[in-house]
């Protein structure tokens, strides 16, 4: 099937409220092309230098996602387009956001990246540690940042009640923190492999790649 079916596909089948981000990481901006003239408008990066290049090349009306680590040194080439960035993991991160999003004159969209896998590999903060920068007068005063939501990978596993059971552990604690009164509507989680669960487990937002462009050569 054509990039657009694949897509077209995916939105059928998910309910009106979850969002797609369109995964175009390793992929060229020619095949980014095809999916925005699909009609889709949101999409998802997880390299820096990527992100700008093809944010350089492409129609300006996209709507740019960052999705993997985000180192402070980088922050500065994105902060004066960037949508939204999954991938918030420290408050010195988040400082330097907030710094480079003033100095652009613009308030930057963020999810806390949460740690639920059993993996070693990946980013992200506990549920201690987020609760605790989501209550910091630190974040009150960092005017030009939005938390917005929460984002977590599951562990890569055929064990389907695992990676479920990680997904719901992430919708219990962004529901506890709703009953706080955090203002969080976003809670991003699921991939190709694993976002029907995703959603069951009251995702609504998608980030897929491999299921819309193919396999994607390791990189
Ligand atoms: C690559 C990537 C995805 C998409 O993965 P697919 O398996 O290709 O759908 C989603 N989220 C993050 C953070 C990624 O790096």
Request: hydrophobic residues 40%; glycine residues 4%; aromatic residues 10%.
């Given at each position: 099937m054509s990039i657009s079916e694949n897509i077209e596909k995916i939105k059928s089948e998910i309910p009106s409220q979850v969002k797609l981000v369109v995964v175009t990481k390793t992929?060229?901006?020619?095949?980014?092309?095809?999916?925005?003239?699909?009609?889709?408008?949101?999409?998802?990066?997880?390299?820096?230098?990527?992100?700008v290049s093809k944010h350089e090349q492409l129609p300006k009306d996209?709507?740019?996602?960052?999705?993997?680590?985000?180192?402070?040194?980088?922050?500065?080439?994105?902060?004066?387009?960037?949508?939204?960035?999954?991938s918030v993991d420290s408050t010195k991160l988040l400082k330097e956001i907030n710094k480079c999003a003033e100095k652009e004159n613009r308030v930057i969209d963020c999810l806390l990246q949460i740690y639920i896998a059993k993996e070693e590999t990946k980013f992200g903060l506990s549920f201690e540690e987020a609760e605790e920068i989501l209550q910091s007068e630190e974040l009150k005063q960092m005017k030009n940042i939005h938390v917005i939501g929460l984002m977590g990978m599951a562990t890569l596993t055929d064990n389907e009640q695992q990676i479920r059971s990680?997904?719901?552990?992430?919708?219990?604690?962004?529901?506890?923190?709703?009953?706080?009164?955090?203002?969080?509507?976003?809670?991003s989680m699921g991939m190709?492999?694993?976002?029907?669960?995703?959603?069951?487990?009251?995702?609504?937002l998608i980030r897929v790649g491999s299921l819309i462009f193919g396999e994607r050569q390791n990189k």
């Open positions: 992929h060229p901006a020619e095949k980014v092309l095809e999916a925005y003239n699909a009609g889709d408008k949101i999409f998802g990066e997880n390299r820096v230098q990527e992100l996209i709507e740019w996602h960052l999705i993997g680590h985000l180192q402070t040194n980088k922050v500065k080439m994105i902060a004066a387009f960037i949508s939204l960035i999954h990680e997904f719901k552990s992430l919708n219990d604690f962004f529901l506890k923190l709703q009953t706080l009164n955090f203002k969080l509507q976003t809670l190709s492999s694993d976002y029907k669960i995703a959603i069951e487990e009251g995702s609504n």
